[in-house]
């Protein structure tokens, strides 16, 4: 069993945001689904074997960027869908950070990101982060050209 589940407090879209993200990846399941009366009370599900569990909370609850959700993408094509679909009716940010339409922030970001950024020769490094710096969604053939120099 997980020991530590992050747990995501809505307004009342608890149901509607774990929806989109069950739709939005690929191995994700909703486990359960509490009720009161008709309402959605909470929803736990998980994102590739992660648990996480949702609640309607009310509107005194909100999000704060400080904490977000980092998704490792392997491909350009990966970051490229996750970002539309994530960010779609939210705001999308600088170096991979957007804003789900619920409030919820998430970092999608290339491995390649890290595997560049690791190299033993700072200079390379430095480039690497001085263009991530510049973008919003993660390319990384465009951080593969300032790493290569």
Not at 92 to 97: F, I, P, S
Not at 114 to 141: F, H, T
Request: hydrophobic share 40%; proline share 3%.
């Amino acid at each position: 069993m997980q020991k530590i589940t992050t747990f995501l407090t809505f307004n009342n879209q608890a149901e509607e945001a774990v929806n989109l993200y069950v739709a939005v990846f690929k191995d994700a399941k909703i486990n359960s689904i509490s009720r009161n009366g008709e309402t959605v009370f909470s929803v736990t599900f998980q994102l590739f074997g992660q648990n996480f569990y949702a609640l309607n909370g009310g509107p005194h609850f909100t999000f704060s960027p400080g904490i977000s959700l980092l998704v490792n993408c392997e491909t350009q094509q990966e970051v490229d869908g996750l970002w539309e679909k994530l960010s779609e009716g939210g705001e999308k940010g600088r170096c991979g950070w957007l804003k789900d339409k619920y409030g919820v922030s998430w970092q999608i970001i290339p491995s390649a990101l890290g595997q560049l950024m690791q190299d033993k020769y700072p200079e390379k490094s430095k480039r690497v982060m001085q263009a991530m710096m510049q973008m919003n969604k993660i390319l990384i053939a465009d951080l593969q050209k300032a790493y290569d120099g």
